[in-house]
Each structure stands twice: as C-alpha cells, then as structure tokens.
C-alpha cells in the first residue's frame, strides 16, 4: 500500500460513525450486516449512513453485496490487511516479515482464510 491509499483509508476512520461502522463491521466478520441495520444499531439516519458507508468502501476497507433489496456491507480483509501492513511495514527492525505472524493470526480469526502474502491457508480456521 502506498501512502495516498494509507491516508484515504485512514480519513475514512478518523471520522467517529465511520470508525463505529468500520468497527462493528469487524465483529460481524465474514456475514456482514445489511446497511439498514447498521444504521439503526448506531442510531444514525439511513441517507447519512449511506454516505458513511459509500467513504469506507471507496477506501477499500469495506465490501458490499446485494441480497434482494438489501445492501450487505462486511469487512474487505485485502484492505484491511494491506492498511495493517503498512502500519507494520518498518516493525521489528526493518524485518516486517517477522510481524506477519502476527497480522495472520488476527486475520484468520477473524474468518479470512488468506495469510499476509494473499496466499489461501490450507486448513480453515473460521
């Protein structure tokens, strides 16, 4: 990730609902939750979490999909993950390499089943 893409991303959170949506996103992992829930649930109006959630997916860290009439958002964990790499990028001495452990573990608790160099796992962890 270069630095214009980390600061657009980073913009997308430093924004308080953003970050809460951006957030709860996270603990719904892979299922996602439909827009219209995820503004009731902050209790922000429908055509302002709209708005919210249109600067997290232009960023990359957010992913959506239709279901019927509903708009399903979840987390983009390539996004996500290259954002994590880049804050971790000069860790360890210059050797980000060894954090990449780290950033895999998080990741596929969290239902991804890619490691930090995009590669599938072969066991499932979800």
């Avoid at 709860?24 to 219209?36: E, N």
């Avoid at 919210?52 to 996500?80: E, Q």
């Avoid at 980000?96 to 066991?123: F, I, K, M, W």
């Amino acid at each position: 990730m270069d630095t214009l893409t980390a600061t657009k991303a980073f913009g997308a959170l430093s924004q308080e609902t953003r970050l809460q949506a951006f957030r709860l996103l996270v603990r719904s992992g892979t299922t996602g939750i439909a827009a219209g829930n995820i503004a009731r649930e902050l209790g922000i109006p429908h055509n302002t979490m709209s708005s919210h959630l249109s600067i997290l997916l232009n960023a990359g860290l957010v992913g959506a999909r239709r279901d019927g009439r509903s708009v399903i958002y979840h987390i983009d964990f390539t996004g996500t993950r290259a954002l994590l790499s880049f804050l971790m990028e000069d860790c360890c001495q210059g050797q980000p390499e060894l954090c990449n452990s780290v950033l895999d573990s998080v990741l596929t608790q969290c239902g991804d089943s890619t490691n930090s160099r995009g590669e599938h796992y072969e066991t499932s962890a979800r």
